[in-house]
């Protein structure tokens, strides 16, 4: 795919033309009629509209912008994604985007990449191992206006939306197919093609680390052994270490504390967290940003086995804490804070976010169009936040109530994994608050994404299945620490 800015469109393009306070150049009579109706209509209500319209052979797709910073990139995202769906359905391969007629999407950054990761982020199509695959692509996308556009806007955009379809590509990948092993050799491929480093720790070296709660939960998987992926882009000089932590279970059975067959037959997603971070440092990298990231991920299947970790063990950690289990359902904090000590104590790692499908609380608490968020801190979750309104992925914060931490209070270990009464509640805060207790007194972000991990009803900027969530949230999160 060609992203480009251009002067004037040529005879083969298909058109999208955005509207707003600025110059509309007239396409057809239609076009223009078109839009001033709904230049009107936005005086009534609403940021955005848009509509569609075969004028000839060519599909002309209008968004109608409300000038005077009624837009935000989260309204322009959802706007764009719509009018490219169609382009998409309609099989438009030239598209030519006029940008002028709402001039602050060419002025603004953030307005400008929003746009700008549309085309790849509408052109993936999860077609599974389908014989006869759908394939299609936007082959040109050229942005005509009379704006200086930077070349380092386009990629930027184009690095985060290609970071979000490898995260989905990974996500989408089966547990049959998928392992800790080919999880780590993905992200070595990727590590080469795109210029970060990869560290791949197998079962002996992560007994040598002394990762005994990663390791429990990995035992019950014997023919897909864990694997911690480490990846490094260092070139922040003095700036902080940032730790992108992603969850990495290739498939959640439940363990002993089994699933039922409706909540485990998607359950090869619950290493979308890891596919998130993988899928942030390649953007990282191509990026060249001035950061310091450190992605780590503990990847292991939680399975059922003779010797699989059990409801009633106690376990040690990396941190030397000891854990009661009582759900091994309840694996990926278990799993995830001997990442975050390893984090601490073997790569001093300054900043921690974490991004993890942890718990299935996260959708009932917020709903499937926000992750559930939690921060230690005001400072952190400013960069948070900042990142979530560049990357259009969707943050709600709750509180680290520390009342909620007595019902991870064990009399026989120093925490359990999960409280013993199924009516206290809060279930996305106790995944939270069990791992707040390694974070060694850093900053520190938990992005619970269970709530948006995968959409049946795909919206339009995705395709049915794994959305990519959190890539781009991740860079945007590494890069607000730029040195
Ligand atoms: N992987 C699941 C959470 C999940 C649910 C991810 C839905 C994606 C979609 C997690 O490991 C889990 O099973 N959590 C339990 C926690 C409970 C046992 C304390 C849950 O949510 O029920
Ligand atoms: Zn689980
Ligand atoms: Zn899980």
């Not at 912008?65 to 009018?83: S, W």
């Not at 608490?365 to 400072?379: C, H, I, R």
């Not at 069990?434 to 009803?457: C, I, N």
């Amino acid at each position: 795919m060609i992203i480009e800015t251009v002067n004037r469109a040529s005879d083969a393009d298909h058109y999208l033309v955005f509207a707003g306070s600025g110059a509309v150049p007239s396409i057809s009579p239609e076009v223009d009629r078109a839009i001033a109706l709904m230049s009107k209509e936005l005086e009534k209500s609403g940021d955005v509209k848009t509509i569609q319209m075969p004028i000839g052979d060519r599909l002309v797709s209008v968004a109608a912008v409300k000038a005077d910073d009624g837009i935000t990139p989260r309204k322009l995202h959802l706007a764009a994604a719509k009018a490219f769906k169609t382009l998409k359905e309609y099989k438009a391969e030239d598209i030519a985007i006029y940008l002028d007629g709402a001039p602050d999407i060419a002025r603004e950054r953030a307005l400008f990449e929003t746009v700008a990761r549309m085309p790849e982020l509408v052109s993936y199509t999860n077609n599974g191992r389908k014989s006869h695959p759908k394939i299609f692509s936007f082959r040109s996308v050229k942005f005509i206006t009379e704006q200086n556009i930077a070349r380092e806007w386009i990629d930027s955009a184009t690095f985060c939306a290609e970071g979000t379809v490898i995260a989905r590509t990974l996500a989408n990948e089966r547990a049959d197919s998928q392992t800790p092993e080919t999880l780590a050799a993905s992200a070595a491929d990727l590590g080469k093609k795109y210029g970060f480093e990869v560290e791949v720790f197998d079962k002996a070296a992560i007994e040598k680390l002394g990762m005994h709660a990663f390791l429990a939960v990995g035992r019950g998987g014997h023919d897909a052994p864990p694997a911690l992926i480490v990846m490094r882009h260092l070139k922040g000089g003095d700036a902080p270490r940032i730790a992108l932590i992603g969850k990495g279970i290739v498939y959640d059975s439940g363990g002993y504390s089994l699933k039922p067959n409706a909540s485990m037959k998607n359950m090869y997603v619950d290493m979308a967290g890891g596919a998130a971070v993988i899928g942030a440092m390649t953007a990282i990298a191509r990026s060249d940003l001035a950061v310091n990231a450190i992605a780590i991920i503990a990847a292991c299947e939680n399975k059922l086995a003779h010797d699989a970790y059990k409801p009633g063990d106690i376990i040690s950690s990396m941190a030397g804490k000891s854990i009661e289990i009582t759900n091994t359902d309840a694996e990926g904090r278990v799993t995830l804070v001997d990442a975050i000590t390893y984090a601490i104590r073997n790569e001093k790692c300054d900043i921690l976010f974490d991004i993890a499908t942890l718990t299935g609380a996260a959708r009932g608490a917020v709903g499937k169009f926000s992750s559930a968020v939690f921060a230690t801190d005001d400072d952190i979750f400013g960069h948070l936040k900042t990142a979530s309104t560049l990357s259009c992925e969707k943050v709600w914060r709750l509180d680290l109530d520390d009342e909620m931490a007595s019902c991870l209070k064990s009399p026989v270990a120093d925490s359990r994994n999960s409280t013993a009464s199924t009516t206290d509640g809060g279930g996305s805060i106790l995944g939270a608050l069990f791992m707040l207790d390694y974070t060694e007194g850093k900053p520190w972000v938990h992005v619970d994404m269970a709530s948006v991990s995968q959409r049946d009803d795909a919206p339009a900027f995705s395709s049915p299945g794994a959305t990519g969530y959190g890539a781009a949230l991740a860079y945007h999160f590494a890069k607000s620490y730029s040195r």
